[in-house]
């Protein structure tokens, strides 16, 4: 733990001198430019009765070690309901395969929303697994466990299906938030993508999302949806 | 044949424009064997930006007096060359001689040797030449030999060569996109795989079922995926964006090399890509290899032979039937070839051969010890696992690994294990006469650097004094490169001792070939004969094998040390500092 603390420390003070130094430390050697990436992995329409838009997509700027990223995730249906995760957090390759993360994040659903303070390892598995597992903080004391696990496997160079699994922990319940103490969601899915070019691929899949004791109290979720969607970057 | 490739091919090389008139005034032009050479004293060059159109679009080229390849510059062996290079690009620029052995502030790296030449400035190099046979020269700042700025050095020697011939052709072998060099480094950082379209599938592991039984092909798999690593990932940039060039022209408009039957021809072979591996044959003819990296080596017959980025060699082959022979340059991993055609008459076009299948990696190219495998060893290789640092322990074997073969006291260098290193070659062996991977048990007679051996006898060499030991590094992921796990920015100098004879050993703990090139010296490689050490100036570290040669350290100054692969040259690269 205080290891963790300590990186949090470095890692902010690191965040810091990476915007202050901005284009400065692209001197630093030409091995290391300093780069953007935005990508949109899930961009989709599920065919449920609301016709429930989802997305997740992810920014970064920064270096091999030192990157500022933001990530965002929500749904948003027909009748205007909106929930979202967004995070911005500072971060750094501690390991060949494993960057250690930290920042803030920030959850909407509707009109009610939630700080938290972050921290997350995400990196990539034996076996190629791209994986990410976030803590959360916020100031009612309630701590969150969020785990993101996605394989690629290639039908053809081009046709690559895609299982993810999601799952979600909390502390505490938080009625507004509709978040219970426990297990509080799981969300499965498969994609399959056409890579038309690395950078543009549409795609067909299935989700299966389901919510757990409380928080299946406050929005009792059970259902399979089949989506297209379209996933891109640049 | 990838139906990109054969689109590509379709198209003609042409120059559209010269974008500034060439100074060659005082260079006598001669148009020998089909290719612009130019010979003499005194050279003027001019680099610059050119619209070239290659694959049917349109892209500006950087170029040396407005053509792709530059011209071939012929000197003579004893003579003083003095070359005027005018750089008309907006960014600085620079020429390195490659394989010349030259003073320090001639050799052409900027930050290194010299500033470099800013825009609109001209800088004049002037050495005496003191070698002869083939080399070439390139651009030494950022991508610019990407996108053109190279071209051949053939050097006329003082007395006569110990072979015959009818006619000379260089081949100059190299890789051209469409794509900015910039854009083709960052895809790569985002995403390392971009260019690879030979990946394994879902249905390669069914065949391997078939083909070894569920258990085989599943264990096989869950080694190479529990390690993160791909069989499949040979080059970094493929056919997907190249179109691979011999002489500048592309495999449908072809180079001609014109024979009569029964003429020895011989071929001046140069890889001047910026990524990619050759594996050069001409089906029908066997080549004699008569000299690498420019110097003489006992004749050795071969079908084929793979050159590394930056080698060259001189092959001489005579041509019995009144055929079109294909020169046939397929690159290491198989997305396309560069291809010209040995004929007797500049209608007759050879058909290019079919190309041999996509190679696959073995545990041997990832440095594993098969012996100690079956022993229940483990896996003979370490990998960064998961949050861990690698452990004191492994560090301590491995260097123990490097004690062994300890002939020479070791001078011990910094070395570092995290974030820049995804694996360790547990068990690197000496694979001089492993063709390589993709060139295995292919029933043709390949080329090994075991087969090289020096023309002279280099018993009367020093031994070496004391040796150093380098790991080429990577972090294919990331795509991170480096040495002894340490980048070029934050390493300091390699020191060389002005006198001695040292021996260096690389141990590539990586699954790519790196082209390792010392600027200023030659690298004297041991074969298998300490009496006839090969020199050379570029040298392959195959994956996860070692390699050792040695280094009369004769040349005072600081040059550059590096994998002359393009995108991995930044990182994987030292300043050495001879004192």
Redesign the interface.
């Known amino acids: 733990m205080r290891r963790i603390k300590n990186h949090c420390k470095k890692s902010l003070l690191s965040l810091v001198t990476l915007i202050a130094l901005g284009q400065n430390l692209h001197a630093a050697g030409a091995d290391d430019p300093m780069r953007t990436m935005f990508l949109m992995d899930k961009f989709e329409i599920l065919n449920n009765d609301e016709n429930t838009r989802v997305w997740e997509g992810s920014f970064y700027i920064g270096y091999d070690i030192d990157k500022l990223y933001l990530y965002s995730e929500g749904e948003a249906t027909s009748d205007g309901l909106e929930t979202s995760q967004n995070e911005l957090v500072y971060s750094r390759a501690i390991a060949a395969f494993w960057d250690i993360q930290a920042g803030i994040a920030y959850d909407k659903n509707d009109d009610a929303s939630k700080t938290w303070a972050e921290i997350a390892i995400a990196g990539l598995a034996p076996y190629f697994f791209e994986t990410r597992a976030a803590l959360l903080f916020n100031s009612d004391g309630n701590v969150g466990l969020r785990l993101d696990a996605e394989y690629e496997a290639l039908i053809t160079q081009k046709l690559i299906l895609t299982p993810s699994l999601e799952a979600d922990f909390y502390t505490k319940d938080d009625p507004k938030m509709h978040l219970g103490s426990g297990l509080s969601a799981i969300e499965a899915g498969l994609r399959l993508r056409y890579e038309f070019v690395r950078e543009f691929a549409p795609y067909i899949g299935v989700t299966w999302e389901k919510t757990f004791a409380n928080t299946r109290d406050y929005n009792p979720v059970n259902e399979t949806n089949l989506m297209v969607g379209v996933r891109f970057w640049f | 044949m990838q139906r990109r490739t054969f689109v590509k091919g379709l198209a003609a090389t042409s120059l559209v424009a010269f974008s500034s008139t060439s100074l060659q005034a005082k260079s006598k032009r001669t148009s020998i064997s089909n290719s612009n050479r130019l010979s003499g004293n005194e050279f003027f060059l001019t680099i610059d930006y050119t619209t070239v159109n290659i694959t049917g679009n349109t892209a500006v080229a950087t170029t040396v007096n407005g053509q792709i390849a530059g011209p071939t510059l012929v000197w003579q062996e004893g003579e003083t060359v003095t070359l005027h290079v005018s750089n008309k690009l907006k960014k600085s620029s620079s020429i390195h001689w490659h394989g010349i052995i030259l003073p320090s502030a001639m050799d052409g790296v900027p930050g290194i040797s010299f500033n470099g030449i800013a825009p609109g400035e001209t800088f004049t190099y002037t050495f005496k030449v003191q070698q002869h046979g083939t080399y070439w020269y390139h651009s030494h700042s950022?991508f610019q030999e990407q996108t053109g700025v190279y071209g051949a050095i053939v050097i006329k020697p003082k007395r006569k060569e110990p072979f015959s011939y009818h006619k000379e052709y260089v081949i100059q072998l190299s890789d051209w996109s469409d794509e900015k060099p910039?854009t083709i480094?960052?895809?790569l950082?985002?995403?390392s795989d971009?260019y690879n379209?030979?990946?394994?599938?879902?249905?390669t592991f069914i065949d391997e079922v078939k083909e070894k039984g569920f258990s085989k092909a599943f264990s096989d798999r869950?080694m190479w995926?529990?390690?993160?690593m791909n069989d499949r990932d040979i080059s970094d940039v493929t056919g997907y964006t190249y179109t691979y060039l011999m002489n500048g022209q592309n495999p449908a408009t072809q180079f001609k090399v014109l024979f009569k039957k029964g003429e020895k021809i011989r071929l001046r072979l140069i890889n001047a890509a910026a990524m990619t591996f050759f594996d050069v044959r001409i089906p029908g003819l066997k080549m004699t290899v008569v000299a690498a990296d420019g110097n003489h080596v006992k004749p050795v017959k071969v079908d084929e032979l793979r050159i590394g980025v930056a080698e060259t060699y001189d092959v001489i082959v005579q041509p019995k039937k009144n055929k079109a022979y294909a020169i046939f340059a397929q690159s290491i991993e198989r997305s396309g070839y560069a291809m010209g055609s040995l004929t007797p008459s500049s209608t007759l076009l050879a058909t290019p051969p079919k190309m041999d299948p996509v190679p696959r990696l073995t545990m041997v190219d990832m440095g594993m010890d098969m012996g100690a495998m079956n022993k229940k060893e483990g896996t003979g290789m370490k990998?960064?696992?998961?949050?861990?640092?690698p452990n004191k322990h492994n560090m301590k074997k491995y260097k123990f690994q490097a004690m062994e073969d300890q002939k020479y006291p070791i001078t011990k260098l910094p070395m570092s294990r995290?974030?820049?290193?995804?694996m360790m070659a547990m068990s690197p062996k000496y694979r001089l006469d492993d063709p390589g991977v993709g060139l295995r048990h292919n029933g043709r007679k390949v080329l090994t650097y075991a087969d090289l051996k020096n023309r002279y006898s280099t018993r009367r060499a020093k031994k070496p004094d004391r040796e150093i030991v380098l790991h080429l590094t990577g972090?294919m992921?990331?795509y991170?490169?480096s040495i002894n796990g340490i980048?070029?920015?934050?390493a300091k100098p390699l020191i060389f001792h002005y006198g001695e004879r040292l021996r260096i050993t690389f141990i590539n703990d990586t699954m790519m070939n790196h082209p390792m090139h010392l600027h200023g010296m030659w690298s004297d490689l041991e074969t298998g004969d300490d009496n006839h050490l090969v020199k050379k100036h570029t040298i392959i570290v195959q994956p996860g094998s070692k390699i050792s040669y040695r280094v009369t350290v004769d040349a005072k100054g600081a040059w550059a040390y590096h994998c002359h692969l393009l995108y991995h040259m930044?990182?994987m690269f030292r300043k050495v500092v001879v004192a």
């Open positions: 950022g910039t480094y960052k895809k950082k985002q995403m971009y379209f030979s990946q394994r599938t879902v249905g869950s995926n529990s390690m993160r990998c960064s696992s998961g949050m861990k640092m995290g974030v820049q290193t995804t972090n992921e990331r991170m490169w980048k070029y920015a934050d930044a990182g």
